[in-house]
């Protein structure tokens, strides 16, 4: 069936570093792949997302590369900061339907 | 308030006892998906609706779950016989159809059912 693969699970960095979020999916057919940022007891808000015509966008300091190929997709963030510790999920679309694969997610902590 | 909202933001029940909630999603928005998401874990897909037709469930959805979107504006999702496995936080997301993919969350009802 359909499948997000997501690792690390979880991640820690100094404030300023980069973290790398990486991902990989089953499903072929998948175009469009999103990428959400939840904090404690909220709603997953979308970051940045990346349709499959493309290989990489980019939004100041966050960036993510696809490569339809391998079917594999990762998050890039960079200078890090403490308001960047949340967990993330990526997601890959599902056929036609626009409902969404999600990933088990990484909680990502920013030490200051 | 241009966003999703859902009703209510928490519930807490008895096992074997009816719950139902409720989604508004963003005004125009065409396709109202709802998903689970239980500690840890990603949200996972049940069921979605373009307008008032529900075009998939998942097999998640147990026949003691339902959905309904009467009139191609809010949702309801209703949990019959609740069982403490049902114990989640149930995201409602819509999004507007023609190309656009974005789907906007919800905040939630979490359920605990004791």
């Known amino acids: 069936g359909e499948n997000v693969e997501q690792h690390p699970s979880t991640l820690s960095v100094q404030e300023g570093d980069s973290a790398v979020i990486k991902c990989t999916y089953s499903?072929?057919?998948?175009?469009?792949f999103p990428w959400y940022k939840q904090e404690l007891g909220k709603r997953p808000q979308l970051i940045i997302d990346?349709?499959?015509?493309?290989g990489e966008k980019k939004d100041q300091r966050i960036a993510v590369t696809l490569n339809k190929t391998a079917k594999h997709f990762s998050l890039h963030i960079t200078e890090t900061q403490p308001e960047d510790s949340a967990v993330y999920f990526c997601?890959?679309?599902?056929?036609?339907?626009?409902?969404?694969?999600f990933g088990q997610g990484t909680t990502l902590q920013v030490k200051p | 308030d241009t966003g999703v909202s859902q009703d209510p933001r928490h519930k807490i029940t008895k096992r074997g006892q009816n719950v139902t909630f409720r989604c508004d999603p963003i005004s125009e928005h065409n396709r109202l998906y709802w998903y689970r998401q239980t500690l840890g874990q990603g949200p996972e897909f049940l069921t979605y609706?373009?307008?008032?037709?529900?075009?998939?469930k998942s097999r998640l959805l147990s026949d003691r779950f339902s959905a309904e979107r009467p009139k191609g504006s809010f949702s309801t999702l209703e949990i019959q016989r609740t069982e403490q496995g049902d114990s989640a936080m149930y995201l409602c997301?819509?999004?507007?159809?023609?190309?656009?993919?974005?789907?906007?969350f919800g905040p939630g009802t979490r359920l605990l059912v004791l």
């Open positions: 997601a890959a679309e599902s056929g036609n339907t626009g409902k969404l694969i």
């Open positions: 609706f373009q307008n008032e037709a529900q075009l998939e």
């Open positions: 997301a819509s999004t507007l159809l023609a190309g656009e993919e974005t789907q906007y």
């Open positions: 990346i349709r499959s015509n493309v």
């Open positions: 499903d072929s057919a998948s175009n469009y």
